[in-house]
């Protein structure tokens, strides 16, 4: 294990290199490794596999990759540290279990972060979201001033209590991995160990979804298409098809962001449609819970 | 005596609920040694780390004795459920009870026998019980358990006498083991004493006495800003949050690049403290500067730490700069229309309607006031601006003083910036009051149409809840007029505002408002004479006379009075009006007809007239008054009929036979009552 680490410290790990570690790493643990979803979300909580996935009582152990689009925080690839798509590493497992603590300090050793050289903090961050009808108690972790990870007992999804309690941790891999790589600009990131950098991959794609969610959107369409698919998840839901229901909400949530980095959506708007995807959730996360039986 | 010690081991419980878990214990546990007749000596110690909530009394009675104590039962005649409940309430048999009669009647008794009990037992049947009853204020529930927690707890350790005190604990078992590594829980140790616990952590460096953590922090604090020859800021809730955060504090110097000092520094402030936990520090001149404090949980060895931090501070304020240049060259004026787009709250508009109607108030303000018109209207027009910028988006505690900067940037009149700056102050109760005219004007106008707003769509705060904050608000409003020497009319405002609400077509019951939202701010005002420390007599008739026009008023007399109340002129003012209204205010039958105009020439002696004279000389002397009256003085004035009063009721007999001369008499009394009373409603002062 000491001279494991040793190696790690002389070559940091690529960023695909940090995904497959933590894969492995977790897998180890039971954990099901999955793909990411389908669909444009705003953070891996919104995987079914975690929303749906944490209602009930039936024991569940997943890792996996999300790509996470957050439209309001592009910045044209022109910030070291913002970017309106980034990649979240997620785990969640039910019953929390009572050695989680260590389990992810392990977790971040593998990938070269050693708690007793580093400054490792469970700094109080009490979550919630009100598009899922979800909230829990945890913390952000800190390493050496820096969040890195966010660590939340589940308490409440699509408005039920749950149990047993879910645990989840999300990895901002970006962060993490400018950490490892002791890099200030996201942009400088290492991808692989041929040389790709993260600028390589995504810079044009920050560049223009940022110009697209700030400028070229249509949100007249766009207005139109979240009624749409409200209806259609209105309908799903009523015929009982909780997955599908599930997907249009996702979808809404998505085009939600998207009006709002285009500075459309008033206050009292805002509260809103919160409330519309937030009424969707709650009754799909009820049929999906009823069909579990 | 025998030692008791306690530890919780949990996952990291955030600042906040550990201080009001070890408050929370600390009452509990001490009540419960009252209840109980449990003796300690020396103190009753309530310790926390992030991990470990810790309980030690050093001496604690190993065993309590109880003398004997005759209990008395249910009556005779009530049914025999009543008994039955008695006997299994103190675990006795039906032969254990006898009769006895008392005045009262019959009852049934149960002699309970001196009794010696221990208190690890009486402990250890209990604790579950006083653990229960920690209210947090927000709590957890974790895996398959059923226990709130406020994160989860992972062992108890308990220790009695050196022995190890078996209690259960929802699904947790007492024991003497504990974590000795709060990181991975791999590690545990035994401990049969705290004495053992805390020297075992304080070779690890740890500090278990959070008092203890704290001094340490503050001292290598004060040693390094000693030789860096920097000021820090230790009297601040910063340096409490820290120490519940850390276990073996270790202090880094460090510093940012110093071109971010060109920021304003509220932002640099921010993020260094409530954003990273550092402190920030200043120089001989109290200017910030680029060197910040971090308290680490651990020791750089490898300089890792004070790296990693470092560069946070580069990302965040690198970002700050970014917004900062950003938003402020976004022309305030060419923006104010987009505050349209903004809500203020359902059924009062949006922040543009806010404003027009700020603006207005301002208007009228500023003729009584007799400052600028045309520079407090663009300051109420811009004052709202920087609530869509992405610097209050990013810190919304800089409102307004962002909108400030960004004045001040774009070259407006320092007023205008100030007013800007300052309109959300004050913040209540204890917060700074502005002090400069347009500041004062722009926070009363926002703060006035706030109140009358959320009174027309009838949110008014009820007697728990006060969702919108109103009652700061009116507190506040409160503090800017008499901390401001203010003589504003309210009344007349608050009908302006309602009128300007209608103008927007917000139609509002204004009469409804002007008498509710009176009665609200006059509240406040009392609360905030209480705060002066004033007689609660003196608060409760101080509105009486009077309405929200005359605030200045009504706290500047209640002051007066409370301040002189206990000296000589004072109770010879209470004792004054305190005689003369007891016989006026008998005389029921005539009362309504005595309308305090006496006629001198039924005057029968020299005391009637001279009492007549003196009454004369205090009207004219409040008549005179300017309205910079001295409170002080007027009570002096008042006080001068001692000498006329006393002699009049030592030799004058008001009820006299003659109906005509009694009347004239209660005329003369009712003359000096209502003098007494313009000043002030003495009647329910206690003299």
Known sequence: MVSKKKKIKKKPLSFQDTILTLQKYWSKQGCILLQPYDLEVGAGTFHPATTLRSLGDQPWKTAYVQPSRRPTDGRYGDNPNRLQHYYQFQVLIKPSPSNIKKLYLNSIAVIGIDHNENDIRFVEDDWESPTLGAAGLGWEVWCNGMEITQFTYFQQMAGMECKPISVEITYGLERLCMFIQNKKNVFDLIWNNDGVSYKDVFHQSEKEFSAYNFEHANTDNLYKIFNMIEEEAKSLIEKKISLPAYDQCLKASHIFNILDARGVISVAQRAEYISKIRDLTKAIGKIWLESQK | ?687
Request: aromatic share 12%; with cysteine.
């Open chain 2, 1 to 687: 005596m025998s030692e008791f010690f306690l530890e919780l081991f949990s996952e990291e419980i955030p600042s906040k609920l550990q201080s009001n878990a070890r408050k929370n214990l600390y009452e509990n546990l001490k009540k419960f040694f009252e209840e109980h007749e449990i003796l300690i000596k020396g103190k009753l110690n309530v310790f926390s780390t992030p991990n470990r909530l810790v309980v030690y009394v050093d001496k604690i009675t190993k065993q309590i004795s109880r003398k004997p104590k005759e209990i008395r039962g249910p009556s005779i005649q009530s049914p025999a459920q009543a008994l039955d409940g008695f006997l299994r309430s103190n675990d006795i048999k039906k032969t254990q009870v006898y009769e006895k009669k008392t005045e009262k009647g019959e009852f049934y008794y149960y002699r309970k026998p001196s009794q010696k009990i221990s208190t690890a037992n009486l402990l250890s049947k209990n604790l579950p019980n006083i653990l229960s009853k920690i209210t947090w204020n927000k709590s957890m529930k974790w895996g398959n358990h059923n226990l709130f927690w406020g994160r989860p707890l992972k062992s108890i350790l308990c220790i009695f006498d050196g022995k190890k005190l078996d209690f259960n604990f929802n699904h947790l078992k007492s024991s003497n083991i504990t974590f000795i590594d709060k990181e991975l829980e791999e590690k545990t140790k035994i401990f049969n004493s705290f004495k053992s616990y805390n020297s075992y952590f304080k070779s690890l460096g740890i500090f278990i006495d959070q008092e203890k953590r704290k001094s340490f922090i503050s001292n290598e604090i004060i040693k390094l800003s000693k030789s860096k020859k920097i000021k820090i800021n230790l009297k601040n809730n910063l340096l409490d949050e820290i120490t519940n955060i850390v276990e073996k504090p270790k202090i880094l110097f460090c510093d940012f690049d110093k071109k971010y000092l060109t920021i304003p520094k509220e932002i640099l402030i921010i993020t260094m403290q409530s954003h990273q936990k550092y402190f920030p520090t200043f120089d001989n001149k109290d200017n910030l500067t680029n060197n910040f404090i971090v308290i680490a949980d651990k020791k750089d060895s490898k300089g890792l730490i004070k790296l990693g931090n470092e560069r946070v501070i580069e990302a965040r304020l690198n970002d700050a700069e970014f917004f900062w240049n950003k938003n402020r060259s976004q022309n305030l004026v060419k923006q104010v229309s987009n505050l349209k787009n903004v809500n203020y709250f359902k059924g009062l508009g949006t922040y543009f309607d806010k404003v027009q109607r700020i603006r207005k108030l301002c208007g009228i303000i500023s003729d009584e006031m007799l400052i600028s018109k045309e520079k407090i209207e663009i300051a109420s027009s811009i004052c709202k601006v920087d609530l869509m910028s992405d610097m209050v988006g990013e810190f919304p505690e800089l409102q307004g003083i962002m909108g400030g900067y960004f004045a001040e940037a774009q070259g407006f009149d320092k007023e205008i910036g100030l007013a800007v700056s300052e309109h959300y102050l004050p913040i209540g109760m204890d917060s700074l009051v502005p002090k400069k005219p347009y500041s004062v004007a722009l926070s009363l106008s926002d703060k006035l149409d706030s109140l009358v707003g959320f009174f027309g769509i009838n949110l008014k705060p009820s007697s728990s809840k006060d969702p919108y904050a109103l009652r700061r608000m009116a507190i506040s409003l409160v503090r800017l007029i008499v901390e401001n020497n203010n003589t504003l009319k309210l009344r007349d405002l608050i009908n302006y505002s309602c009128m300007l609400y209608k103008d927007q077509s917000f139609e509002f019951d204004t009469k409804l408002i002007q008498k509710d939202l009176s009665e609200f701010i006059l509240e406040r005002l009392k609360n905030y004479l209480r705060e002066k420390n004033v007689r609660n007599d003196i608060i409760e008739s101080s509105t009486n006379i009077f309405n929200i026009d005359d605030i200045l008023k009504i706290f500047k007399k209640s002051l007066a009075l409370n301040r002189n109340i206990k000296k000589d002129f004072g109770k010879d003012v209470i004792s004054i009006y305190k005689r003369s209204s007891k016989i006026l205010y008998n005389e029921k039958e005539n009362l309504s007809e005595i309308i305090g105009s006496a006629d001198p020439g039924l005057f029968k002696n020299d005391f009637e007239k001279n009492l007549y004279k003196r009454i004369h000389e205090i009207r004219k002397y409040f008549s005179n008054i300017s309205k910079f009256e001295n409170y002080d003085e007027s009570l002096k004035k008042l006080s001068l009929a001692k000498n006329e009063i006393d002699a009049f009721f030592d030799n004058v007999i008001v009820n006299d036979i003659d109906p005509v001369i009694k009347k004239n008499r209660l005329e003369l009394l009712k003359m000096l009552c209502k003098s007494f009373e313009n000043y002030f409603n003495f009647s329910k002062i206690e003299g």
